[in-house]
């Protein structure tokens, strides 16, 4: 792998950080420990695959409530479309407390799975958008 010495980065950085914002990721190691610096619409590509998905249920009272599939979250609402909305704000609230303290919560064996979720609502940072992507399948009552 073509990897640079955290050193030589420490006295590049300016450069190094514009080859990787113009050119492509980098690679570094400090002793042990391996790294990889990218700009975010690289990560926003490589976390295209990941997409939030839920169970849409319709209440006896004709409310919706969405239950995600990815993260243990459901919102219930009068509308799927508002339903979609709050369940988004519980995403991006998620994420903030998971990355917040991330050391904790990356190395849960129940919640490690959740790292490009957490990183994809982190990156698009649009409740309107996250909202809108979430893929709704129904449920069964």
């Known amino acids: 792998m073509l990897t640079m010495n955290a050193t030589d980065v420490r006295k590049e950085w300016s450069r190094v950080v514009d080859s990787v914002v113009r050119d492509k990721p980098q690679f570094i190691k400090r002793t042990r ?6 700009n ?3 990560m926003s590509e490589i976390l295209e695959v990941y997409h939030f998905t839920a169970e849409r ?3 006896e009272d004709d409310s919706i409530t969405l239950s995600l ?5 459901v919102e219930n609402a009068s509308t799927e479309k508002e339903a979609r909305r709050l369940l988004a704000y519980s995403i991006m609230d998620y994420a903030a407390d998971y990355y917040k303290d991330y050391s904790y919560w ?3 064996p129940n919640r490690k ?3 490009p979720y957490v990183f994809k609502a982190l990156i698009m940072d649009d409740v309107e958008e996250l909202g809108d992507s979430i893929i709704c399948q129904n449920g069964k009552n």
């Open 33 to 38: 420990d391996r790294m990889w610096l990218s």
């Open 40 to 42: 975010l619409e690289t």
């Open 57 to 59: 249920y319709v209440e």
């Open 69 to 73: 599939n990815e993260i243990e979250l």
């Open 106 to 108: 990356s190395s849960a």
């Open 113 to 115: 799975a959740h790292i």
